[in-house]
């Protein structure tokens, strides 16, 4: 399979990023593990986590997603071969956003402790507090990178000025770039990531994963109308996309599946893939089933004629 560098690291990923909220979640221990098994059996390497997963489960402080991972590498001997992602900053139900280097230092601790490793390939800004001054995130990166905890960062939900004022930062002060970007940008979400983020992305040379890659399970076809909405849990999130653009996207995601003879959440997967400065997208699953979607994506080529009718309708 072939892999592609992060950015300006010696990073090399797989092109699919198995996202890690649902371990803990909506997967116990036992199934999570399966999940990971499989997917690293399949040769994929890159998984993505957050200090935050799942907060929501019992309005804590979260920590459920990094300890599930952290006792399967254990259990698996394999943190070598596995490039592992996991995010600093968002709020839980036991601290606000916070981006500040006294929380950043404690909480990159409290991480490789649940994680039960010595150290983190990729570490987000997950959410910015849009208060710390950027130097000072920057700084207290600098500091855990040259203490081995990190060794490299990257961004997910910080706002393009907030960016570009890093970017400046790191050249002035001699401190770290982030090398990735993680915005939220799929087939129903195109126009924040390609307005505000993808010159940024060409500009310092980020590769981008991004997240909600199949719009919470829209993009899979599975919410058709209001009726559907029932059918998990996560069915409340999608009821804005069930819009005249919204279908006309699910109704080419299927000519485009059929023609190939796929899944719709495959080829809106291979459509991200096609677009410029993906790495690889963030998706979770909760299934075999689902897994085996993810695995065809990187094989899937579209052609000219697909990628223009996806574009189209969902402009």
């Not at 090398?179 to 307005?195: D, F, I, M, S």
């Not at 919410?223 to 109704?251: C, F, P, Q, T």
Request: charged residues 25%; glycine residues 8%; hydrophobic residues 35%.
């Amino acid at each position: 399979m072939k892999k592609i560098i992060i950015g300006n690291t010696d990073l090399e990923v797989a092109p699919i990023n198995l996202g890690g909220n649902v371990f803990g979640w909506t997967l116990d221990e036992k199934k999570s593990f399966e999940i990971l098994d499989t997917f690293t059996g399949k040769g994929f390497n890159f998984i993505d986590t957050a200090d935050m997963y799942s907060y929501w489960v019992d309005g804590g402080s979260g920590g459920q997603s990094e300890t599930i991972l952290g006792q399967w590498m254990k259990n698996r001997g394999n943190r070598k071969e596995v490039i592992l992602a996991t995010k600093v900053g968002g709020a839980t139900g036991t601290h606000p956003v916070d981006t500040s280097k006294k929380h950043i230092l404690a909480a990159v601790d409290q991480s490789l402790q649940r994680l039960q490793t010595d150290y983190i390939d990729l570490y987000y800004t997950h959410f910015d507090d849009e208060k710390t001054p950027v130097e000072e995130t920057l700084e207290a990166y600098d500091e855990i990178i040259k203490a081995g905890k990190v060794r490299y960062i990257a961004a997910s939900n910080i706002s393009p000025e907030r960016l570009e004022a890093s970017f400046k930062a790191s050249e002035k002060n001699g401190l770290p770039k982030y090398e990735a970007l993680q915005p939220h940008y799929n087939l129903v979400e195109r126009a924040g990531y390609e307005t505000d983020y993808a010159p940024l992305a060409e500009k310092y040379n980020l590769t981008v994963f991004p997240y909600w890659s199949l719009a919470a399970g829209f993009l899979t076809g599975k919410y058709r109308s209001k009726e559907d909405l029932g059918k998990s849990v996560r069915g409340g999130s999608v009821e804005k996309y069930l819009n005249e653009k919204g279908i006309a996207v699910v109704y080419a995601l299927d000519k485009v599946a059929k023609k190939h003879s796929t899944s719709p959440a495959t080829v809106s997967l291979a459509w991200l893939l096609a677009q410029p400065h993906i790495g690889a997208p963030i998706a979770s699953a909760t299934s075999e089933n689902q897994l085996q979607t993810l695995f065809k994506a990187p094989e899937l080529l579209l052609d000219a004629e697909d990628l223009a009718l996806l574009n189209t309708v969902s402009k």
